[in-house]
Every structure is written in structure tokens, then in C-alpha cells.
Nanobody, 121 residues
Framework: QVQLVESGGGLVQPGGSLRLSCAASGSILSINAMGWYRQAPGKERELVAAITSGGSTKYADFVKGRFTISRDNAKNTAFLQMNSLKPEDTAVYYC???????????????WGQGTQVTVSS
């Protein structure tokens, strides 16, 4: 079974920083893109940032210049460094990965359980 486990969320004051981690485990053969999404109460889930296995990145306009996505392919882990946090960044942040796993080399999209980020004074 494949699992994505996020960590690093919490409560931070406006202007502060947090670093989220997403560790993928299980019978993983290779991971394509990994991404971070977020969902605030009453809103749809939205893409925050994504990174390919080769390191190409994509960011939502609302986090450009503040957030940085990275990954460690050897450890099947992705990170989201969040700086200059604003109250409107408050949301549950989810990790997503498209990967091949198992003896059948099956491709599927996986989600983590989410980690709460709250930006408040």
C-alpha cells in the first residue's frame, strides 16, 4: 500500500514561516509530479505548487515569491517552504503524487490526509 504523510503544519503569526513535508512510502517504483494543494473552509481545493521528477516547478499566482516547493527523489519526499504567511493562507494543505507502484507497475494518483496551517495573530 502507498501512503503519503504530511507534517509541519501549525499555528503561525502573519509574516511567519512554516515548512511542510510529505513523505511517500510503500511499494513505490517511481514518482512523477508531486504537488501541494490547499482547501479553506467553504472553498474548493486549489493547487498551490507542483514539481516534476526533473525539478520543474509551477506555482499559483497567490504564492509566487513567498512559497518554494522542492523534493528529495531519493527519499520520496516533497517539501513546501512557506514564508511571509498571510491570514488568507489558512487552510488544510494536502500533498498529492502521481506514481507507479507494485509488481504490476500500476500508475495512480495519491493524496495525503492533510495538515492544518493557521495564520493568525
Amino acid at each position: 500500500q502507498v501512503q503519503l504523510v504530511e507534517s509541519g503544519g501549525g499555528l503561525v503569526q502573519p509574516g511567519g514561516s512554516l515548512r511542510l513535508s510529505c513523505a511517500a512510502s510503500g511499494s513505490i517504483l517511481s514518482i512523477n509530479a508531486m504537488g501541494w494543494y490547499r482547501q479553506a473552509p467553504g472553498k474548493e481545493r486549489e493547487l498551490v505548487a507542483a514539481i516534476t521528477s526533473g525539478g520543474s516547478t509551477k506555482y499559483a499566482d497567490f504564492v509566487k515569491g513567498r512559497f518554494t516547493i522542492s523534493r528529495d527523489n531519493a527519499k520520496n519526499t516533497a517539501f513546501l517552504q512557506m514564508n511571509s504567511l498571510k491570514p488568507e493562507d489558512t487552510a488544510v494543505y494536502y500533498c498529492n503524487a502521481g506514481l507507479y507502484s507494485g509488481s504490476a507497475y500500476s500508475y495512480a494518483n495519491y493524496w495525503g490526509q492533510g495538515t492544518q496551517v493557521t495564520v493568525s495573530s
